[in-house]
């Protein structure tokens, strides 16, 4: 099943590395385990990028999926958990 632009449907790993770029395996993981949608990312990239605030002149707060997706995307961590050093993604 292909997930089309804005779609609700639960996103897949290659949905994710194809909106957000290159980013540490581990954030890819743990977006697609959130459960977050197409449309969930894209608000978390609009948020991350600017585009939102070209929209409007004052951008809705994100919340539920978008808002983890945005908290994973934008978290200084390397590495998942306390030190763990789990999947460093792509070198």
């Not at 770029?21 to 969930?40: F, N, P």
């Not at 990239?45 to 605030?53: N, P, S, W």
């Amino acid at each position: 099943m292909m997930n089309g632009p804005g779609s609700q449907a639960q996103i897949q790993a290659d949905d994710v590395r194809r909106l957000c770029g290159e980013i540490l395996d581990w954030r890819i993981r743990a977006i697609v385990e959130s459960g977050a949608s197409t449309a969930d990312v894209e608000l978390a990239m609009a948020r991350l990028t600017g585009a939102d605030e070209m929209l409007s002149e004052q951008p809705q707060p994100l919340d539920g999926a978008a808002a983890a997706v945005y908290d994973l995307l934008v978290g200084s961590e390397d590495f998942p958990g306390d030190g763990d050093p789990g999947d460093r993604g792509p070198s």
